[in-house]
Structure formats: structure tokens, C-alpha cells
């Protein structure tokens, strides 16, 4: 299925969502942990993202979104890095033998996803690439629901998620911070 085209409408759709994002009250202690956690790593994310033209804090995030920031995974999906992918994408990476380093399988994800210095990393273009990562399946299927990938922990999310691939629930809630919340409060910090 083609991606959902990077649109002007769409672009203003995302810096209206994201200029009046606020942290949904109860969830301020873990956005604040998972921004410390991205901050923790920095360093690491940023050597990575300047080999492959790439921010450091979009590395960061998607680390977190896909694998809970653990770098014994792959970015690709949080299967074990002792083997190639299992679930979709399977069988990645392609290159070389298990088991892998972090920074060999995450440039593989993100060579697959085909980001690097030609994206548009523009605030809106990176809210995009976040959820182009993750599949349109809210924007296309359940378009009164903002992405939990993007939005949850903030106040345009309060329910409704995929709970496995293609299975939808109108009544599950996102346990983790989506990434764009992520975003607002590295930028809030100035580290974005």
C-alpha cells in the first residue's frame, strides 16, 4: 500500500497538533523519564544519526517507540539482535550474520525506511517520517483517533489502538508515550 501523501494540508495538520500538544495530566513523570532516557543516549544516537544524515533525537525515538530503548533489539521491530527479524520486516538484516551489533541493524531500518539526508526533517517532515515508521493504518482506517504512535500521553489521545497487526480495538489505551510528546518536550528543553 503507497504511503499517504506528505500533503500541505498535512503539514499544517501537524503543527497545529504539535503547537497545541500538552502532556495529558498523569503521564508527566513518564514523559519525563523517557526525554532523560533519550538524553542518557545521546551520544550514541548521534553518531549513528551523523553517518547517516539523520537527527539524533529521530534515531532516539524510534529506538524507543520500536524497541523500549533496549540495544539488545532491533530497531526494526524489538526482535533479539542474536538473530535476523521474525516478525514484519522478517528476515532483517540482510547484510551479514547474527548476531548483530545495534548500529548494524538500526541502519538497516532505517535504510529500509529509506530516511537519511534527502528526508525532510522539517518539524512536520519528521512527525510524517514517525508515523510513515510506524504505517497510516489510524490516518486511513480510524481517522477519529490521532495516532497513539504520535500523540498518546498527550491531550489529542485518549483511546482506540491496534492491538496486534491489524487487529483494532475501540477501547484500548497506549501505554507508552508516542513519539511526537517525545518531541514537544526535547524541543520545550531546547534539545531538539
Request: aromatic share 10%; hydrophobic share 40%; glycine share 10%.
Amino acid at each position: 500500500m503507497s504511503a499517504v501523501p506528505f500533503t500541505p494540508a498535512l503539514k499544517a495538520e501537524y503543527a497545529a497538533l504539535f503547537g497545541a500538544c500538552t502532556v495529558a495530566p498523569g503521564h508527566a513523570a513518564a514523559v519525563n523519564a523517557a526525554v532523560a532516557a533519550l538524553l542518557r543516549h545521546r551520544a550514541r544516537y548521534a553518531a549513528l544519526g551523523n553517518d547517516l544524515g539523520i537527527p539524533w533525537h529521530v534515531i532516539g525515538i524510534i529506538h524507543t517507540m520500536e524497541c523500549s530503548g533496549r540495544f539488545d533489539r532491533h530497531l526494526h521491530n524489538g526482535d533479539p539482535l542474536t538473530a535476523r527479524t521474525t516478525r514484519v520486516p522478517a528476515g532483517r538484516p540482510h547484510q551479514g550474520e547474527p548476531p548483530f551489533t545495534w548500529e548494524q541493524s538500526a541502519a538497516d531500518a532505517l535504510a529500509m525506511k529509506k530516511l537519511g539526508p534527502g528526508t525532510d526533517w522539517s518539524l512536520p517532515g519528521t512527525l510524517y517520517q514517525f508515523e510513515r515508521y510506524n504505517g497510516f493504518g489510524y490516518r486511513r482506517h480510524h481517522p477519529e483517533v490521532p495516532s497513539p504512535y504520535l500523540w498518546s500521553f498527550s491531550n489529542h489521545y485518549t483511546r482506540g489502538k491496534y492491538v496486534a497487526d491489524g487487529t483494532w480495538s475501540a477501547t484500548a489505551v497506549s501505554k507508552q508515550c508516542g513519539a511526537a510528546v517525545m518531541l514537544k518536550e526535547l524541543t520545550v528543553r531546547g534539545e531538539a
